[in-house]
């Protein structure tokens, strides 16, 4: 058995079904362990949904076939709240902000307007991630082990456990890892966890060779070329963009600051990604496309009432390709963040009988928050 030993960096909110009790489940973290798993490998297998279907039911399991990776959890949390989170006021364009910015990011996580009562979250504390791995192949047991470090490698530096995990709420940090906020170190670490998940998974692959199915890595255009990338249909986090990842400095700051910033500047960001109108697309021609505001993920309200957004005739909620996480390095706060592209609809024809792609949408969408944050192109 492996453990991996973790300290709590942002307020947590993690319960089973009494949402008043905190609780770490193992079942949300190989959950969590599953999206990045197909996170990374879509990045390399573009839209191959059986390949990657095969290999990560053979590791996690499915209703066919136990799972290799049995998840168990020690917590060791050092308070637990149900108060208010304060965080501090900001004025927007010289007008005095009327919602507290941690409310605004932890939307959901209180009982009412005058935030008495919160959800129960933790503030520090340690944890332990147990790993068991189950198959008498030795070879397998290795390259399974080295997926599952590489994978944790990515859950912690851009992702967390429980609510408002892409707010910047649940972050944690393994501590056998050295969190790298250099950019381009920032790159090859994440290159290499991409590359080893795949190379790993190739060899279990290769070992079962599976009738009909391939499992072979496809090259993406980079995402500033003429001729955009295809965007597979899961989330994908591509090392070849440095612009859809990195990490902000957050120095000499407390974390209730640290998350009155995120707050502060996600707004601003939600703003400037509305300016042309609610849901509106920059496709002025095809009114029917309006992509954009659901790159940021579209809120419960969006399905009452019934909703007139279409994404290609879909109603469904989408997830927010935007993903943040604290990490605390020689005492200072710094931002994670990633945009994990994916295709949230098939495109149609334009007036003109260009078809169009969320793919400049997505270009936008990180020019527009790296100029919120100040963050300069290298």
């Not at 949904?49 to 590791?59: A, D, N, P």
């Not at 429980?162 to 950019?183: C, N, R, V």
């Not at 400095?249 to 996600?266: D, F, H, M, T």
């Amino acid at each position: 058995m492996k453990s991996y030993e973790c300290e709590i960096v942002s307020y947590m909110f993690a319960h089973g079904a009494d949402q008043g009790t905190f609780e770490l489940r193992a079942t949300e973290i190989k959950g969590l362990l599953r999206f990045w798993f197909r996170t990374a490998l879509s990045s390399k297998l573009e839209d191959n949904i059986k390949g990657l279907k095969f290999i990560e039911s053979y590791i996690f399991g499915d209703t066919s076939q136990k799972s290799k990776v049995i998840i168990s959890v020690d917590a060791k949390p050092s308070h637990e709240f149900k108060v208010p989170i304060q965080g501090r006021n900001f004025n927007l364009n010289g007008i005095p902000f009327p919602i507290d910015p941690i409310k605004y990011i932890a939307f959901g996580m209180y009982k009412n307007p005058r935030d008495t009562q919160w959800n129960s979250y933790v503030d520090s504390g340690t944890f332990k991630i147990n790993v068991e791995l189950f198959t008498s192949d030795d070879k397998e047991k290795e390259y399974i082990a080295s997926i599952l470090d590489n994978l944790f490698f990515l859950f912690s530096t851009f992702g967390g456990i429980g609510a408002k995990s892409d707010k910047g709420f649940g972050s944690f940090q393994i501590k056998s890892i050295k969190y790298e906020p250099d950019k381009l170190k920032l790159k090859e670490d994440i290159n290499n966890a991409v590359e080893n998940i795949f190379k790993n998974s190739k060899e279990i692959f290769d070992s079962k060779k599976p009738k009909d199915i391939n499992f072979e890595a496809v090259n993406f255009k980079d995402l500033n070329s003429k001729d955009l990338p295809p965007l597979p249909s899961y989330p994908f986090l591509n090392p070849q963009e440095p612009e859809t990842f990195g990490s902000i400095p957050l120095s000499n700051v407390k974390l209730n600051e640290a998350l009155s910033k995120i707050g502060e500047q996600y707004y601003k960001f939600r703003r400037e990604v509305e300016k042309d109108g609610n849901f509106k697309s920059s496709y002025k021609k095809d009114p029917s496309y309006k992509a954009k505001r659901a790159l940021l993920g579209l809120p419960i309200l969006y399905q009452q009432p019934r909703p007139t957004v279409t994404l290609n005739n879909s109603t469904g909620r989408k997830a927010s390709s935007l993903h943040m996480s604290l990490k605390k390095i020689n005492s200072n706060y710094y931002l994670f963040y990633v945009f994990l592209r994916a295709k949230i609809c098939d495109g149609k024809l334009d007036a003109n009988g260009t078809k169009v792609t969320p793919s400049s949408d997505f270009v936008d969408l990180h020019n527009k928050f790296r100029k919120i944050w100040g963050v300069k192109d290298e």
